[in-house]
């Protein structure tokens, strides 16, 4: 491998540093809103279930590629598994879909090693872009360097939410911190970042080259971050602001959102198209924003005995449950009743079903057997990458001449 044009900085920062104001995952938010970094530092970061599952999903994840590197010995291996077989999050879905991230990782490491024998494969590396951000710093899930490409792979344990790796900060910011790691080493020309969300069947890959990431450093990065970290600049609202710790709280995001309060006061025949667009521009923010400040006041009031003037904390819908389905099981059979009169028959779902006889044989024996009906019609902003559907009327119009 060629030696690197680009200048490195002094090296990624050790382990153990604990959580950066300006993170690579808060990077959408505090490039767009900058004083919102130092207002978020003030409010406790709480964990929730969904993002331990999405640790513990990694940990499962870099030990299969652990093992499947040669960094780690069999026993090792198989001690380490059985421990995590062991955590409350494991199940055999879980495993299923970190597999899939593991079967992609392993395809873009050989294709990293078909370009260079001595491709650079890391783990979980600590990443240093602290020469752009001041203290920056964030782990790369898998970083991967040969001869032109420095690639950073990332996975999206989530459910919800597809993410794309075109124009993502946090990506970008990845990428940075393997240059500054990698740079001054190797002849690097392209950075690659790609997110896979297994759980949503979503791969997406952006590409730059090493100078377009450098100018986005130097004249996006660099001034939000230098404001961003003295509180400075301007407080503004967006789809950055859906993970935001203040998002209920924030004056400027609720100024914005109450935008839309002078329409309530119209029967909708009378909005002008102008105003239905606007609208519906601004109705997923407003729902979300609506929604961020019920959750705050019912934590506010549940968890911190705030009293809102009004209201009262009371026990919301509940649904019966058994408290152990073995034992009523093994009750009722006790009692003469058979298992198909206690038990449903239920056909695998379609993903587990290719799981168990593969994606082969699923494919083969299964072909005609499996539909994907059409998706009830919605509107989406003109951006969405999904095709526009005629309406009724266009095809009822054509259906006559």
């Not at 050989?110 to 990443?127: G, S, Y």
């Not at 100024?255 to 329409?263: I, S, T």
């Not at 924003?289 to 959750?295: F, G, S």
């Not at 990458?385 to 259906?399: G, H, V």
């Amino acid at each position: 491998m060629a030696e690197q044009k680009v200048n490195c900085a002094s090296g990624a920062r050790e382990a153990g540093l604990g959580h950066a104001l300006l993170n690579a995952s808060g990077a959408d938010r505090w490039i767009n809103c900058p004083p919102s970094a130092r207002l978020e530092e003030a409010v406790d970061e709480e964990t929730s279930e969904y993002a331990k599952e999405g640790s513990f999903a990694h940990s499962l994840a870099e030990t299969y590629l652990a093992h499947h590197l040669g960094l780690i010995k069999k026993s090792e291996f198989n001690k380490r598994l059985k421990k995590l077989k062991q955590d409350s999050f494991y199940n055999q879905e879980l495993d299923d879909y970190v597999n899939v991230y593991v079967d992609f990782a392993i395809e873009k490491i050989n294709e990293a090693r078909a370009r260079t024998a001595d491709a650079v494969v890391l783990l979980e590396m600590k990443l240093d872009y602290s020469e752009w951000v001041p203290s920056g710093f964030g782990t790369g899930v898998l970083v991967l360097v040969s001869d032109d490409v420095l690639e950073v792979i990332d996975m999206k344990f989530g459910r919800g939410i597809e993410i794309s790796a075109i124009d993502n900060s946090q990506m970008r910011l990845y990428g940075l911190g393997a240059l500054n790691q990698f740079g001054c080493l190797y002849n690097i020309n392209t950075v690659r970042m790609t997110i896979v969300q297994p759980r949503l069947d979503n791969i997406s890959t952006d590409e730059m080259s090493v100078d377009d990431l450098m100018y986005w450093a130097t004249n996006t990065v660099m001034g939000a971050a230098e404001k961003a970290w003295k509180g400075e600049g301007e407080f503004l609202p967006g789809d950055h602001c859906r993970f935001c710790r203040v998002r209920a709280t924030c004056r400027v995001r609720a100024e914005a959102n109450n935008r839309l309060a002078c329409y309530a006061f119209q029967e909708p025949p009378l909005l002008t198209d102008e105003e239905i667009v606007e609208v519906l521009d601004a109705a997923d923010e407003y729902i979300r924003w609506i929604a961020d400040v019920q959750a705050f006041a019912l934590d506010q009031a549940a968890n911190h005995g705030k009293q809102w003037a009004g209201y009262k904390l009371v026990e919301g819908r509940s649904v019966r449950k058994y408290v152990d389905e073995t034992k009523v099981a093994e009750t009722l059979q006790a009692a003469g009743y058979s298992e198909d009169q206690i038990y449903e028959r239920v056909l695998l779902g379609i993903t587990k079903m290719q799981k168990a006889v593969g994606k082969k044989q699923f494919n083969e024996l299964l072909a005609g057997l499996v539909e994907k009906p059409p998706g009830k019609p919605k509107l989406a902003p003109e951006s969405d990458r999904r095709s526009a559907l005629k309406s009724t009327a266009e095809i009822d119009f054509k259906e006559d001449i």
